[in-house]
């Protein structure tokens, strides 16, 4: 069975940093796209970022472009998501997802990041 | 960015009901549309993709369909699990995005 662990979430200041991290079991990790998708608490989905098979190519949705960095290491079956210059509205549960042509059949359990004072 | 909408917010239908969700694209997405399930407190859960294909796992009770800018999810008789919100999510048109969901309930 499949399985996507995230780790690394928690309580940070507003302008802090935060970096997560997601590992793979029993999926070909390194033949699929990887990327993250959020969810606001009591809110909808929102795609993050995601990063091709090799991590040549990166994409991330506007409000995050220049303060989160998406890598990989396929060596170890993982994703990473460096996020700095955090503000409130990045509060989210944070899901780790094996993406399949543009949708997600694998999800992690997600890794609650808060940003408060 | 394509704006996906659904309807209605809440659908409250009894065990045995059919549900019938939809959700509209502001643009035409062909059929890159996905639909999941997400129970409290747990991720969510691939049901359906291309529109109308059947993730795995998910029993038959569960179909989509519909292309362009409209589509459809129905469950022919509901269980007592199918209790759940439900996204749709375009993947035609970077970037990708999701509706905001209908919630099933009693």
């Known amino acids: 069975e499949v399985q996507l662990v995230e780790s690394g979430g928690g309580l940070v200041q507003p302008g802090g940093s935060l970096r997560l991290s997601c590992t793979a079991s029993e999926l070909s990790f390194s033949t699929y796209w990887m990327g993250w998708v959020r969810q606001a608490p009591g809110k909808g989905l929102e795609w993050v970022a995601n990063i091709k098979q090799d991590g040549s190519q990166r994409y991330y949705v506007d409000s995050v472009k220049g303060r989160f960095t998406i890598s990989r290491d396929n060596a170890k079956n993982s994703l990473y998501l460096q996020m700095n210059s955090l503000r409130a509205e990045d509060t989210a549960v944070y899901y780790c997802?094996?993406?399949?042509?543009?949708?997600?059949?694998?999800w992690g359990q997600g890794t609650l990041v808060t940003v408060s004072s | 960015e394509i704006v996906m909408t659904q309807s209605p917010a809440t659908l409250s239908v009894s065990p045995g009901d059919r549900a019938t969700l939809s959700c509209r694209a502001s643009q035409s997405v062909s059929s890159f549309l996905a639909w999941y399930q997400q129970k409290p407190g747990q991720a969510p859960r691939l049901v359906i993709f291309t529109a109308s294909t059947r993730a795995t796992g998910i029993p038959d009770r569960f179909s989509g369909s519909g292309s362009g800018t409209e589509f459809t999810l129905t469950i022919s008789s509901l269980q007592s699990e199918d209790f759940a919100v439900y996204f749709c999510?375009?993947?035609?048109?970077?970037?990708?995005?999701f509706g905001p969901g209908t919630k099933v309930d009693v």
């Open positions: 997802v094996a993406d399949r042509s543009g949708n997600y059949p694998y």
């Open positions: 999510q375009q993947y035609s048109i970077w970037p990708p995005t």
